[in-house]
């Protein structure tokens, strides 16, 4: 094979060698900026205009994480590790109506709803972590065909139970 190219460029007068080498180097330029270059260039803009967002989420997050950290070490605040008596007190203080709640052991508890406002499930839930210290452990929300309504089935905690 080597023999071959080599007899072939023998064969070769200088000027044809020449505009042979400026073809190739052409073509080498030429694939360099088409398969490297231009999607390199193509890519970092494409990460400029996702900067901003970016940014942005990992700030929600950090904000996410220290709200997070804040709710944990949050202390009951008042029920005294009886998480049905705060479930209960919330429910009759606020328009959500009263959920099923089985306890699953001292200080947790299995709730569900069976069709309840998405808005006032989500306000509900704030004021339980808020005023009683409560965390949902896991949460199934199903939508339901009217518009805003949910399922809801939770696992609530008060945050002695869990470590």
């Not at 072939?8 to 020449?18: D, K």
């Not at 231009?38 to 890519?43: A, D, F, I, V, Y």
């Not at 210290?133 to 199903?142: K, M, P, T, Y």
Request: glycine content about 4%; charged content about 20%; cysteine-free.
């Amino acid at each position: 094979m080597k023999e071959n190219i080599a007899h072939f460029w023998q064969q070769r007068t200088h000027t044809e060698r020449r505009t042979i080498m400026i073809g190739g180097s052409i073509l080498t330029i030429a694939l360099l900026y088409a398969f490297i270059w231009h999607p390199l260039t193509q890519e970092r803009q494409r990460l400029r205009a996702a900067l901003p967002h970016l940014r942005a989420a990992a700030a929600q997050m950090h904000f996410q994480a220290a709200e997070i950290s804040r709710m944990r070490n949050l202390p009951p605040k008042s029920f005294n590790n009886n998480l049905r008596g705060a479930l209960d007190f919330m429910s009759a203080h606020s328009a959500i109506g009263s959920p099923s709640i089985s306890a699953l052991d001292s200080g947790r508890a299995r709730i569900s709803f069976d069709a309840v406002a998405f808005d006032s499930w989500i306000e509900w839930v704030k004021m339980l972590q808020a005023e009683q210290g409560v965390r949902v452990e896991s949460a199934e929300v199903f939508a339901l065909a009217e518009p805003g309504m949910v399922k809801v089935q939770a696992v609530l905690s008060l945050p002695s139970s869990h470590p």
